[in-house]
């Protein structure tokens, strides 16, 4: 049996990331791989992280062997765990890339991974160059490439940004994968029983941490827009503060617009997710810079169509006018998709070709770039 290891964050971290490491490690278990997942014990320093908790409040996922190990300030423990790793010569080791700050830790274990000249090591890369820059990025991304044998990416624009590091390891773009462990989909009457809603009005979803590149601050313009203060229409924002929460209560009162939200700006539990997608008529990303979403594959799953402002990958994922509309990064024809979608009935429509396009995001397409890499790396 193949054996592999998986360094990311998993439980018991939360959000996105260890949502969807657990969910690849199930999907190898089924491709026939033993799996262990090597998280981190120490993610950030508390100085570094933006929101309330790094910890997860649900449950252990079931059947995985997770190993709480990692801490990404201590080079003694990067030692230990790559030498550890090292030793158990596993065939092939999947770490995930979403921030410079992890290149020296992650860069390390790869490396004293690799002594043992039989590891393929393969990053799954969310962003090279990150949204909001910090000095000594680029070095720290640096030197995490020449750790790697292979890349994949879940959007082009993500190649891109490692072919300005690198013009010889191998990359593969697989899209992300839809998001199909937050439960089944519910009714639209459930889930606003659930949360508390009038089903008088119907929704907008901007879901996620809050943070400036994501461009709520844009959707708050938007919805003062007259065409959408006359609509039954409300914004659900759901998700946590990671920074500028003063900024968007004032622009909330300046704008006059809080009786047409609902906020829920805390963590939302996994268990929640679904309620809030199933809730919707209509999820928005407005962001200002973007490679891909995670978002875009939860309302996937949920079966729910999109506004996207065309930054990064985004463009490459919704089909505009047939599963939602991709618009500029700003609030006006955020507005106008918005209202377009309500005025002229386009939910039928759109929820179709949702439905088609979701069933190109498989996590069996995800292990078979893994293969198709560790293939084309052997072949060296």
């Excluded at 890369?125 to 720290?140: A, F, K, Q, T, Y």
């Excluded at 292979?150 to 773009?173: C, H, N, T, W, Y």
């Excluded at 606003?192 to 809603?197: S, V």
Aim: charged share 25%; with cysteine.
């Amino acid at each position: 049996m193949k054996k592999c290891v998986i360094i990311a964050p998993a439980y018991p971290l939360r959000g996105g990331i260890a949502s969807s490491t657990e969910r690849l490690a199930y999907e190898l278990q089924d491709h026939g791989y033993t799996v262990t997942i090597y998280t981190f014990k120490l993610q950030y320093p508390a100085i570094l992280f933006p929101g309330k908790t790094q910890y997860s409040e649900d449950p252990p996922p079931e059947n995985l062997n997770i190993k709480v190990e990692v801490n990404s300030i201590n080079p003694l423990n990067w030692w230990r765990v790559g030498r550890a790793i090292s030793r158990q010569r596993p065939d092939l080791v999947v770490t995930r890339f979403w921030i410079p700050f992890m290149g020296p830790s992650l860069g390390t274990i790869l490396r004293l991974i690799g002594r043992n000249n039989q590891t393929k090591r393969i990053a799954i890369v969310d962003n090279m160059i990150p949204h909001e820059r910090r000095p000594g990025d680029r070095s720290l991304s640096r030197y995490f490439i020449g750790s790697v044998d292979a890349f994949i990416v879940m959007s082009k624009a993500v190649g891109e940004q490692i072919r300005l590091f690198d013009q010889q390891r191998p990359i593969s773009v697989v899209p992300h994968p839809i998001y199909d462990n937050y439960g089944e989909l519910v009714s639209r009457e459930a889930a606003l029983t659930e949360l508390g809603l009038d089903p008088a009005y119907r929704y907008l979803l901007f879901f996620g941490f809050i943070r400036d590149y994501k461009g709520l601050d844009l959707l708050l313009e938007a919805m003062a827009d007259p065409r959408i203060r006359a609509l039954p229409l409300r914004l659900i924002v759901a998700g946590e503060y990671y920074g500028g929460e003063d900024n968007y209560k004032r622009q909330i009162d300046r704008l006059g617009i809080r009786e047409q939200l609902v906020l829920h700006t805390r963590f939302i539990s996994n268990e929640a997710v679904r309620f809030y997608f199933c809730a919707s008529d209509l999820v928005v990303q407005p962001y200002k810079t973007a490679t891909q979403s995670g978002i875009s594959q939860l309302a996937y799953f949920f079966e729910k169509p999109m506004v996207a402002t065309a930054v990064g990958g985004l463009p490459e994922i919704i089909a505009h006018g047939e599963a939602g509309y991709v618009v500029p990064v700003d609030p006006a024809p955020i507005a106008d998709a918005i209202i377009d979608f309500f005025t002229e009935n386009r939910e039928a429509a759109f929820v179709a070709r949702v439905k088609q396009e979701k069933q190109r995001y498989s996590w069996s397409n995800m292990v078979k770039g893994l293969e198709k890499l560790m293939a084309q790396i052997q072949s060296k």
